[in-house]
């Protein structure tokens, strides 16, 4: 995106970290426009008018904490019969505190998560 183009917000969830942005005038959270300008971006609710700049710092949904560690998720897709195969991985954030059991185990396996749904042979 080139600096000044707007752009549709859309509501997202990485990992375990909320990425819903939600106007904090009014609420509002489908009727959001984004415009980049330079390394930060600017929210516009047109619903009432109110323009602020988006905070990027991780944070637990959960929790509310910064302190989130940075981990790979793996993204897996059927590929023959049952076999299921890793296609790329995706970074997400752990929360140190209410994820601190599958962080240690991702430290300790240093191998990426697997996603919280797998493809079934059914898809």
């Not at 819903?20 to 009727?31: A, G, I, K, M």
């Not at 971006?41 to 560690?69: K, M, N």
């Not at 790329?88 to 240093?110: E, M, P, V």
Request: contains cysteine; charged residues 25%; glycine residues 6%.
């Amino acid at each position: 995106m080139r600096p000044g183009q707007a752009t549709r917000i859309t509501t997202t969830t990485v990992g375990q970290m909320s990425r819903l942005v939600c106007c904090p005038r009014c609420n509002e959270d489908e009727n959001l426009r984004g415009e980049r300008s330079g390394d930060n971006i600017f929210i516009v609710c047109e619903a009432c008018g109110l323009t602020w700049q988006r905070d990027l710092t991780p944070r637990c949904d959960r929790c509310g904490s910064e302190d989130v560690r940075p981990a790979f998720q793996a993204v897996v897709e059927k590929s023959r019969g049952t076999q299921l195969s890793m296609q790329s991985a995706r970074l997400i954030h752990l929360c140190s505190h209410c994820d601190a059991a599958l962080l240690a185990d991702y430290h300790k396996t240093n191998s990426p998560l697997m996603p919280d749904e797998l493809p079934t042979a059914t898809e």
